[in-house]
């Protein structure tokens, strides 16, 4: 009976322990409920022991409570390698967005100003054309710009929508005939370019603007000039060059008619006809100097010489002329130069050295001026400039310093790696065997 009674006393013991728990809890739930009753939930926040772990039981079967993290980062090899995954491909995606916006703005600019010809129906096509534009204007990579240019000949070959003779298979013509001159295959572009004139004449259903045409039919003179220049056919090189001087003055007319002072985009293009203008006469003048036509060659020289000086008025009106800065390059510059040299070489070889020398200094000024452009045919003309003061001391007998100007000359050309320099070290060892 003892026994049974201590049994009833513990049940009862541990009953109102459970009861006075709960009614704790209760109570403590109550008094919280009761402060936050009235506030909005999203600002009721639990305290940091209501977000632990429900507590484990531990291998030993203590029961100790696992109050879980403390809620720090913990570094290791997992989470490291996460932080470094994430780190990577946060800036593969800027690189590859600032890749995707240079490629993006570039392409934008390619057709705001070589837009591609709205004749051409296939988008791969004008896609091909915009990427020879790019290597042929921004990034000079010539044989590139000829692979573009005869796939998307050859796409719209097999299209047939555009006859040989269009404007728009013309101009892709003359720019695989320009590419070939540039990378050095001249025969291969004179050759092209004769194919190509004799197209201008049929007057295709897309021919929509002779200016344009006419801007081809210089590109293409300028092309089969070099080429019959460089080859010594000084006659088939002024007949290219009249050619593109007829189309530059014909261009000029149209500008002239239509032009507006108050534009200064307009006093850019007519200058740019003028450049046109000013470097065929110079060609032309030079062709007709290798033929021993020094008469004609004068003239022309000197209306080179006028070209510049309207060239210059135009920069005192409007200064601040337009021109792009990735495709910039000064081609007035040493021009009036190469044209007073020539003009001294005629007064040379009629025997006029007095009337030589203020020419040869002149050029000689200008040349030095704008050395700091550092173009090939700028130290070619400083070493020419030099070669004829040679040629003069050489002809008024002074052998001694007609050797040190053909010497310096030599040095110029050499330090330069001008092309020039082999003809003015013949001329050096010609004078030293004889010196």
Same mark, same amino acid.
């Given at each position: 009976?003892?026994?049974?009674?201590?049994?009833?006393?513990r049940r009862t013991q541990h009953s109102r322990i459970d009861i006075t728990a709960k009614g704790t809890a209760?109570?403590?739930?109550?008094?919280?409920?009761?402060?936050?009753?009235?506030?909005?939930?999203?600002?009721?926040?639990?305290?940091?022991?209501?977000?632990?772990?429900?507590?484990?039981?531990?291998?030993?079967?203590?029961?100790?409570?696992?109050?879980?993290?403390?809620?720090?980062?913990?570094?290791?090899?997992?989470?490291?390698?996460?932080?470094?995954?994430?780190?990577?491909?946060?800036?593969?995606?800027?690189?590859?967005?600032g890749v995707a916006a240079y490629y993006g703005g570039t392409y934008f600019y390619l057709r705001n100003n070589?837009?591609?010809?709205?004749?051409?129906?296939?988008?791969?096509?004008?896609?091909?054309?915009?990427?020879?534009?790019?290597?042929e204007r921004l990034s000079p990579n010539y044989k590139r710009a000829l692979d573009a240019l005869e796939k998307?000949?050859?796409?719209?070959?097999?299209?047939?929508?555009?006859?040989?003779?269009?404007?728009?298979?013309?101009?892709?013509?003359?720019?695989?005939?320009?590419?070939?001159?540039?990378?050095?295959?001249?025969?291969?572009?004179?050759?092209?370019?004769?194919?190509?004139?004799?197209?201008?004449?049929?007057?295709?259903?897309?021919?929509?603007?002779?200016?344009?045409?006419?801007?081809?039919?210089?590109?293409?003179?300028?092309?089969?000039?070099?080429?019959?220049?460089?080859?010594?056919?000084?006659?088939?090189?002024?007949?290219?060059?009249?050619?593109?001087?007829?189309?530059?003055?014909?261009?000029?007319?149209?500008?002239?008619?239509?032009?507006?002072?108050?534009?200064?985009?307009?006093?850019?293009?007519?200058?740019?006809?003028?450049?046109?203008?000013?470097?065929?006469?110079?060609?032309?003048?030079?062709?007709?100097?290798?033929?021993?036509?020094?008469?004609?060659?004068?003239?022309?020289?000197?209306?080179?010489?006028?070209?510049?000086?309207?060239?210059?008025? $135009?920069?005192?009106?409007?200064?601040?002329?337009?021109?792009?800065?990735?495709?910039?390059?000064?081609?007035?510059?040493?021009?009036?130069? $190469?044209?007073?040299?020539?003009?001294?070489?005629?007064?040379?070889?009629?025997?006029?050295?007095?009337?030589?020398?203020?020419?040869?200094?002149?050029?000689?000024?200008?040349?030095?001026?704008?050395?700091?452009?550092?173009?090939?045919?700028?130290?070619?003309?400083?070493?020419?400039?030099?070669?004829?003061?040679?040629?003069?001391?050489?002809?008024?007998?002074?052998?001694?310093?007609?050797?040190?100007?053909?010497?310096?000359?030599?040095? $110029?050309?050499?330090?330069?790696?001008?092309?020039?320099?082999?003809?003015?070290?013949?001329?050096?060892?010609?004078?030293?065997?004889?010196?």
């Amino acid at each position: 009976m003892y026994a049974r009674f201590l049994s009833a006393l513990r049940r009862t013991q541990h009953s109102r322990i459970d009861i006075t728990a709960k009614g704790t809890a209760g109570a403590r739930q109550y008094s919280e409920e009761s402060m936050l009753k009235g506030t909005p939930k999203f600002t009721r926040m639990q305290p940091k022991s209501a977000v632990r772990r429900r507590a484990q039981p531990t291998p030993d079967g203590t029961g100790e409570p696992d109050w879980g993290s403390s809620g720090r980062a913990e570094l290791n090899s997992k989470s490291i390698s996460r932080l470094a995954f994430i780190g990577g491909a946060t800036a593969a995606g800027v690189g590859l967005m600032g890749v995707a916006a240079y490629y993006g703005g570039t392409y934008f600019y390619l057709r705001n100003n070589w837009a591609a010809s709205e004749d051409i129906d296939s988008s791969t096509a004008r896609n091909l054309l915009y990427l020879a534009t790019y290597y042929e204007r921004l990034s000079p990579n010539y044989k590139r710009a000829l692979d573009a240019l005869e796939k998307a000949l050859e796409i719209i070959d097999k299209d047939a929508k555009l006859p040989r003779d269009s404007l728009a298979v013309l101009e892709i013509r003359v720019r695989i005939a320009e590419c070939l001159f540039n990378m050095g295959d001249e025969s291969s572009a004179a050759s092209l370019a004769r194919q190509i004139l004799p197209d201008f004449d049929r007057k295709g259903d897309s021919r929509k603007s002779e200016s344009a045409v006419d801007n081809l039919k210089y590109i293409l003179a300028t092309v089969l000039g070099q080429a019959c220049a460089n080859a010594g056919r000084s006659d088939d090189a002024a007949a290219a060059y009249s050619i593109g001087l007829q189309a530059v003055k014909r261009m000029k007319q149209g500008m002239v008619a239509k032009f507006d002072g108050e534009n200064l985009a307009e006093y850019t293009e007519y200058d740019n006809l003028n450049l046109k203008e000013a470097l065929l006469t110079s060609r032309l003048a030079e062709s007709f100097f290798a033929k021993g036509d020094h008469a004609v060659s004068e003239t022309l020289f000197q209306g080179v010489l006028a070209s510049i000086k309207q060239h210059r008025a $135009h920069l005192d009106v409007a200064p601040h002329i337009v021109q792009d800065y990735r495709t910039f390059k000064d081609e007035w510059a040493c021009l009036d130069a $190469h044209a007073m040299l020539h003009l001294a070489k005629i007064q040379t070889d009629a025997g006029n050295i007095d009337a030589a020398i203020p020419w040869i200094e002149s050029a000689r000024t200008v040349a030095t001026e704008k050395r700091t452009f550092n173009l090939p045919k700028c130290v070619d003309c400083i070493a020419g400039i030099l070669s004829e003061l040679g040629r003069i001391a050489e002809i008024q007998g002074d052998s001694k310093k007609a050797l040190r100007r053909y010497r310096e000359a030599y040095e $110029h050309a050499r330090l330069n790696f001008s092309d020039y320099q082999q003809k003015l070290a013949a001329d050096v060892e010609r004078l030293e065997q004889n010196v």
